[in-house]
């Protein structure tokens, strides 16, 4: 599961009085391979995902994201077991350890640009700034440049507003048959 591109939305910016909605994909290195920041902060995360244009082209890459409950669980993105049994148990572990990548990320684009924490400018150019930050963050990771000091993790699991897709949740049980049990 390590090589899977983990999924999170957060209210990554703060201009003029309104948050953006920010939902990046990153990979275990913490590139940034897809990053959409054009919604209000009030919007939740499984929509935003659901408008993406990698929700569109789904079964046009190889893998699986992962998502936190917040999200229904889809072949090609698995979320956690609710309520875990032993071997759901450790998939939900190694779902975490691979999702905190992307919080990770998170912390380092905010970490690496302060600006991101309060922003004054149109919710628009607040947008492009957030990207343009994406961007730069994937050059200094590339260029291997030493990572700022992120603050300890937090949880980021939001309540689902989309139920599972039955072949979604068929997936998951093999991979938990096939690597957890």
């Not at 939740?44 to 999200?71: K, M, N, P, T, W």
Request: hydrophobic residues 35%; positive net charge.
């Amino acid at each position: 599961m390590s090589s899977s591109p983990s999924l999170a939305t957060e209210d990554s910016v703060t201009s003029k009085r309104s948050s953006i909605g920010l939902q990046m994909v990153c990979n275990a290195d913490c590139v940034i391979s897809n990053v959409v920041a054009k919604w209000p902060g009030s919007v939740h995360d499984s929509r935003i995902f659901r408008a993406s244009e990698i929700y569109q082209c789904q079964g046009e890459f190889s893998g699986v994201l992962l998502g936190d409950r917040g999200y229904g669980c889809q072949p090609f993105l698995l979320t956690p077991f609710t309520d875990p049994q032993e071997a759901q148990q450790a998939y939900n572990h190694a779902h975490a350890r691979t999702r905190a990548r992307v919080e990770m990320t998170f912390g380092l684009l905010k970490a690496r640009f302060h600006c991101l924490h309060k922003l004054r400018v149109s919710p628009v150019r607040a947008c492009d700034i957030t990207v343009a930050c994406a961007v730069l963050h994937n050059v200094a990771c590339l260029r291997k440049e030493r990572a700022p000091r992120v603050p300890p993790a937090m949880d980021w699991d939001n309540p689902a507003i989309f139920p599972d897709d039955d072949s979604g949740r068929l997936l998951r049980d093999q991979y938990v048959l096939n690597y957890f049990s």
